[in-house]
């Protein structure tokens, strides 16, 4: 779709100081929806992950808002002055974070400004239960959510019609994720034996992580499998590097397990993996390493949380069990690892349900689609109005500011 041809114009509002789901989710958004041909601008905080990322990807920025709470007057004054102006014609803008929310909810407000307005939520924490929160939730166009567990919470809470609130998984990169050519190679350059069952848990060391479920899960599958290695990734969080050796030392796997911070070539090592492994609690909202793992078709074993059960096909791409059951999750592993058919077929599965389903022009698709429906009933609501006032939207222009914020 290029310009011109059904593109519209789109600004993404991302304010969170490190890379989680919400900013992972916007600037793969933000790519996917450049690459279809529209106009995009990424609205964030310099210096943070989403500004670099964003910026890896040539994708255009504007780090204009301070996004603190004790600069909110001086954000929204920024933003009235922006969407009268240089970004007058941004039809839809999807803010990723409640602050982001609060701002443009209330600019729009204010000062009268047209944009479409949608939030996305990722967050794994609840919706805050307060008034004046569900009446910001009722102002929006449009909400998006990463599970359908989600999708009845927000429409619970702030009694909305479904067709205002919209299930879309995000996306994985199928040609950066993709199986590994040379398995060998890949476990020769992580220092992997070559002729063992690989099985990795990739997460960042956090406690709602389950990097106990998945060691106590080790020691079972090390009792029966014994040509069996195991791989632990992921930065510190709460958790420490030393915890996770005291766990693996309890299981009896320390010797054979890897440690690892955080990894550049994280598909390469999803390539040297047989089954991999999310052992979370709770969480996964948005389970990249989910979509991560299929992609490289690697069968997955993982908990019924977030939106997990909606990406793992059961019993066809991997399985899913009750979280902080390890003694569940050691039996479907131990399975995997003794039917090597079986683990080839649920790959095979894995990676054609990531091309298929879970792709990141699949992801752009649906959204495409959400934003055109949002657009679309803005216009309607529109034209409704001006034809109740005896109006056209041409003579209704007449009596705006021009871009340059004079008077047409």
């Known amino acids: 779709m290029g310009e011109g041809d059904g593109a519209v114009k789109v600004?993404?509002?991302?304010?969170?100081?490190?890379?989680?789901?919400?900013?992972?989710?916007?600037?793969?958004?933000?790519?996917?929806?450049?690459?279809?041909?529209h106009g995009v601008v990424i609205l964030c905080e310099k210096g943070t992950p989403?500004?670099?990322?964003?910026?890896?990807?040539?994708?255009?920025?504007?780090?204009?808002?301070?996004?603190?709470?004790?600069?909110?007057?001086?954000?929204?004054?920024?933003?009235?002055?922006?969407?009268?102006?240089?970004?007058?014609?941004?039809?839809?803008?999807?803010?990723?974070?409640?602050?982001?929310q609060t701002l443009f909810a209330s600019a729009r407000a204010l000062f009268g400004l047209r944009y479409g307005l949608v939030r996305t939520r990722v967050d794994s924490r609840g919706i805050k239960r307060y008034p004046f929160n569900r009446l910001s939730y009722r102002s929006m166009d449009g909400i998006i959510v990463a599970n359908r567990a989600d999708q009845r919470e927000v429409g619970s809470f702030a009694g909305l019609p479904d067709n205002l609130i919209r299930t879309i998984h995000a996306g994985v990169d199928t040609a950066r994720f993709r199986q590994a050519s040379d398995r060998p190679g890949k476990r020769q350059g992580f220092n992997i034996p070559r002729d063992v069952h690989v099985i990795g848990n990739i997460a960042r060391r956090s406690p709602v992580?389950?990097?106990?479920?998945?060691?106590?899960?080790?020691?079972?599958?090390?009792?029966?499998?014994?040509?069996?290695?195991?791989?632990?990734?992921?930065?510190?969080?709460?958790?420490?590097?030393?915890?996770?050796?005291?766990?693996?030392?309890?299981?009896?796997?320390?010797e054979k397990t890897l440690f690892l911070d955080y990894v550049d070539d994280i598909e390469g090592l999803i390539g040297c993996l047989d089954v991999g492994i999310v052992?979370?609690?709770?969480?996964?909202?948005?389970?990249?390493?989910?979509?991560?793992?299929?992609?490289?078709?690697?069968?997955?074993?993982?908990?019924d949380v977030g939106d997990i059960p909606e990406?793992?096909?059961?019993?066809?791409?991997?399985?899913?069990?009750k979280p902080g059951d390890f003694v569940a999750?050691?039996?479907?592993?131990?399975?995997?690892?003794?039917?090597?058919?079986?683990?080839?077929?649920?790959?095979?599965?894995?990676?054609?349900?990531?091309?298929?389903?879970?792709?990141?022009?699949s992801f752009a698709e649906a959204t495409e689609v959400f934003y055109m429906e949002v657009i679309g009933r803005k216009r309607y609501a529109r034209r409704t109005?001006?034809?109740?006032?005896?109006?056209?939207?041409?003579a209704e222009k007449g009596n705006e500011e021009d871009g340059a914020g004079r008077k047409a």
């Open 385 to 394: 109005s001006l034809e109740s006032e005896g109006l056209s939207d041409n």
């Open 209 to 254: 992580k389950g990097h106990d479920v998945f060691f106590k899960s080790a020691q079972l599958i090390h009792n029966d499998v014994k040509d069996v290695f195991f791989v632990a990734a992921g930065v510190d969080d709460t958790v420490l590097l030393e915890d996770l050796r005291n766990m693996a030392e309890q299981a009896g796997v320390l």
């Open 311 to 321: 990406l793992i096909d059961d019993r066809k791409t991997g399985f899913i069990v």
């Open 11 to 37: 600004a993404e509002v991302i304010n969170v100081p490190w890379w989680n789901a919400a900013a992972e989710y916007c600037i793969t958004i933000a790519d996917a929806m450049s690459k279809r041909g």
């Open 50 to 100: 989403s500004y670099g990322k964003a910026v890896e990807l040539n994708l255009q920025t504007n780090t204009m808002l301070d996004f603190r709470p004790t600069h909110l007057f001086s954000d929204l004054l920024s933003i009235r002055h922006a969407f009268r102006t240089m970004y007058s014609d941004v039809q839809l803008v999807n803010v990723h974070t409640s602050h982001a």
């Open 329 to 361: 999750m050691a039996d479907a592993v131990i399975r995997l690892l003794k039917d090597r058919e079986l683990r080839e077929v649920f790959g095979y599965n894995a990676r054609k349900l990531a091309e298929q389903r879970f792709s990141t022009s």
């Open 279 to 303: 052992s979370s609690i709770g969480s996964e909202n948005h389970s990249r390493i989910t979509l991560e793992y299929m992609a490289c078709g690697v069968p997955v074993v993982g908990p």
